[in-house]
């Protein structure tokens, strides 16, 4: 179909450290049904991708794999069953439940997990926003249910998550708050987050509440402290880990752990947005497909790396 020609895949064969990843020559792989085949022009590094190759996935991977999960590339080929995409599109989104393939020059991806990548978008806004700005989308008005005039506490939102949930609260007509470390607090403002807290120097409690929802992106103590700035009924929504229920009930709050589902209506959501500049991504490095190993040394904070989502060039 593609000929035989192999292609480039950041894989690994058993799980650690960066030093596992290797980029090797695969086969060009076959669309089943309802898949399609991207040509991936860019791929982003999320820190589910450290979990996956430090074999510390919540779901079964078997190997060898290639890493990765969000990709912006053009549709090459699709699978049976697969109508509503057609050779040629421009598509971004997720490869597949696992979050993984993403890092080659040809991935697979469910046809579901992705969307037409709107015209004005560039490859990398486009790779860098599927999981992170999908979880924070769902985690705002699937979970939480937030409307406009309701005030919301970002945990965490100089992070790519907690970026996006500020203006994704902010374009519903919320009243929001983020707190971040210093560095980042003239980044949560410029997202238009209406009060920022310097969680370095101030207990966010002392200057904050009553709250009609939390946006966990923290976990931890974070956590645990932000279910005492809810008014009574109000809503926790954690990307981190299960809040304490029976903390929760004494509190008289709601509280709930979600893991994303990205869709492709979500994914048409965000790249509408993204479209119309109504919300914006940060972009960090950006490293071709053989330094997959150095963009996962930054990830795993082993060198420095500047914020942002880091970025792999496949095309």
């Not at 008005?141 to 992070?159: C, I, N, P, S, T």
């Not at 409690?205 to 009553?210: A, F, K, Q, T």
Request: aromatic share 4%.
């Amino acid at each position: 179909m593609l000929g035989v020609c192999p292609v480039k895949a950041d894989r690994i064969h058993q799980f650690g450290s960066p030093e596992v990843i290797q980029i090797e020559d695969v086969d060009v792989p076959e669309p089943g049904a309802n898949e399609v085949l991207v040509r991936v022009a860019v791929a982003s590094v999320g820190p589910w991708d450290s979990w996956i190759r430090a074999g510390k996935s919540v779901l079964p991977q078997p190997l060898p794999l290639t890493l990765g999960s969000d990709l912006s590339g053009t549709v090459v080929a699709v699978g049976d069953g697969v109508t509503d995409l057609a050779v040629g599109e421009p598509v971004f989104g997720v490869t597949n439940k696992r979050f993984t393939n993403a890092y080659a020059e040809l991935a697979l991806a469910s046809a579901g997990m992705i969307a037409r990548r709107p015209a004005g978008i560039e490859h990398a806004l486009a790779a860098s926003a599927p999981v992170v700005s999908v979880t924070a989308l769902q985690m705002l008005f699937d979970h939480a249910k937030v409307v406009a005039g309701e005030r919301v506490l970002v945990q965490g939102a100089g992070g790519n998550v907690g970026a996006y949930a500020v203006q994704l609260a902010k374009h519903a007509g919320a009243h929001v708050t983020g707190t971040a470390v210093t560095r980042d607090l003239e980044y949560v403002r410029s997202l238009g987050a209406d009060t920022v807290v310097d969680t370095g120097t101030t207990r966010f409690e002392d200057v904050v509440g009553p709250i009609d929802v939390v946006i966990d992106t923290v976990g931890g103590d974070l956590q645990t402290r932000s279910l005492g700035v809810l008014r009574t009924g109000g809503v926790l929504v954690s990307a981190v880990s299960q809040p304490d229920p029976a903390e929760a009930a004494r509190r008289g709050v709601r509280a709930s752990f979600i893991l994303v589902d990205v869709n492709r209506e979500a994914l048409t959501r965000i790249g509408a947005l993204l479209a119309a500049r109504k919300i914006e991504g940060r972009l960090g490095p950006t490293l071709p497909l053989r330094e997959a190993r150095r963009a996962h040394e930054m990830l795993d904070g082993l060198v420095p790396r500047p914020p942002g989502k880091i970025l792999l060039a496949a095309g």
